[in-house]
């Protein structure tokens, strides 16, 4: 996943009406630099009405069931997933996914959509695996608290908005053994079998002209695995992800939205960290982050 769902943040109103008039998205995800990766995803939405009050707070109330179907240029993958709404301001979310990739191999550079990440005789990566050699999965739960000062205020220019979004993951690779890393969608190959955690805030201002909302948000990732001596090389540590976001609605079924993104990247004491084994390097203690730029990305919205 390129981004988490707290980059689609709506006020409740708008999302009220985009489900009843479309039930599909089209979604491209593009991190435009300095590495170019892409995605392309298709949902189908289904929404019932389910212990709905009477009060504003819980009128709406619905449980949406999600099918999606996802490929990138080294793997692909469906997921489903359903999102409970008690209350206007809570939601509880759980789904899973599974996929399978494959290698692919341009000029003298690979592409990883899937392999065992190991350690050469040299100490540098090497990754084990062929293509579709076995499948990788997920299943997830969490909560969403949100907020939409409009709700109170109503007017189409009050719409601040905060949601924090809170998940728990397991992930699985069917040929990994539980303490071996491995690739999937050609990221860094440091996921392990086993749980973690995703959470983010945005706050944000929607606003009812062509950039339809300016927003910041930070997300935090953190492997909650066993690894034996994973404060080594800094897997006990969050990643953080602080994000600057603007959305431009073209039109009432198609948006665009820009990211630019910053985050905290591990500082090793070794100097050549970049060429060895993940496992191999050692985090420096005392200055554990450097705060980098990490990309410009885009995604493109298409409801119907």
Same mark, same amino acid.
């Given at each position: 996943?390129?981004?988490?769902?707290?980059?689609?943040?709506?006020?409740?109103?708008?999302?009220?009406?985009? @489900?009843?008039?479309?039930?599909?998205?089209?979604?491209?995800?593009?991190?435009?630099?300095?590495?170019?990766?892409?995605?392309?995803?298709?949902?189908?939405?289904?929404?019932?009405?389910?212990? @709905?009050?009477?009060?504003?707070?819980?009128?709406?109330?619905?449980?949406?069931?999600?099918l999606t179907a996802?490929?990138?240029?080294?793997?692909?993958?469906?997921?489903?997933?359903?999102?409970?709404?008690?209350?206007?301001?809570? @939601?509880?979310?759980?789904?899973?996914?599974?996929?399978?990739?494959?290698?692919?191999?341009?000029?003298?550079?690979?592409?990883?959509?899937?392999?065992? &990440?190991?350690?050469?005789?040299?100490?540098?990566?090497?990754? &084990?695996?062929?293509?579709?050699?076995?499948?990788?999965?997920?299943?997830?739960?969490?909560?969403?608290?949100?907020?939409?000062?409009?709700?109170?205020?109503?007017?189409?220019?009050?719409?601040?908005?905060?949601?924090?979004?809170?998940?728990?993951?397991?992930?699985?690779?069917?040929?990994?053994?539980?303490?071996?890393?491995?690739?999937?969608?050609?990221?860094?190959?440091?996921n392990t079998n086993?749980?973690?955690?995703?959470?983010?805030?945005?706050?944000?201002?929607?606003?009812?002209?062509?950039?339809?909302?300016?927003?910041?948000?930070?997300?935090?990732?953190?492997?909650?695995?066993?690894?034996?001596?994973?404060?080594?090389?800094?897997?006990?540590?969050?990643?953080?992800?602080?994000?600057?976001?603007?959305?431009?609605?073209?039109?009432?079924?198609?948006?665009?939205?820009?990211?630019?993104?910053? @985050?905290?990247?591990?500082?090793?004491?070794?100097?050549?960290?970049?060429?060895?084994?993940?496992?191999?390097r050692t985090i420096? &203690?005392?200055?554990?982050? &450097?705060?980098?730029?990490?990309?410009?990305?885009?995604?493109?919205?298409?409801?119907?």
């Amino acid at each position: 996943m390129l981004f988490t769902q707290a980059l689609f943040a709506q006020d409740a109103e708008e999302k009220k009406e985009k @489900q009843e008039e479309f039930s599909r998205e089209l979604i491209m995800q593009v991190s435009i630099f300095p590495d170019t990766k892409a995605k392309l995803s298709f949902t189908k939405y289904f929404t019932f009405m389910f212990l @709905q009050g009477e009060s504003p707070l819980t009128e709406d109330n619905n449980i949406k069931l999600s099918l999606t179907a996802e490929v990138t240029p080294v793997s692909f993958g469906g997921l489903v997933g359903a999102i409970w709404t008690p209350i206007a301001f809570f @939601q509880l979310n759980a789904g899973g996914g599974i996929g399978s990739g494959w290698i692919l191999r341009i000029s003298e550079d690979e592409y990883y959509g899937i392999g065992i &990440n190991q350690a050469d005789e040299d100490g540098h990566s090497k990754n &084990n695996g062929r293509s579709f050699d076995a499948i990788h999965w997920n299943i997830y739960a969490g909560g969403v608290l949100q907020f939409d000062l409009a709700a109170l205020f109503p007017g189409e220019w009050n719409h601040i908005i905060g949601k924090t979004t809170h998940s728990f993951f397991y992930r699985g690779y069917a040929r990994a053994k539980s303490d071996e890393a491995w690739y999937v969608e050609n990221d860094e190959g440091e996921n392990t079998n086993g749980l973690s955690y995703i959470g983010d805030f945005l706050l944000g201002y929607r606003m009812p002209i062509f950039l339809s909302m300016a927003a910041l948000m930070v997300e935090a990732n953190l492997y909650l695995d066993d690894i034996p001596n994973h404060g080594k090389w800094g897997g006990d540590k969050p990643q953080w992800i602080f994000s600057g976001i603007l959305n431009f609605t073209i039109h009432k079924q198609f948006e665009i939205l820009l990211a630019v993104q910053f @985050q905290t990247a591990r500082n090793y004491l070794e100097h050549d960290w970049s060429e060895l084994y993940y496992r191999n390097r050692t985090i420096n &203690n005392s200055r554990p982050y &450097n705060f980098e730029f990490y990309r410009l990305a885009t995604i493109l919205t298409y409801r119907f």
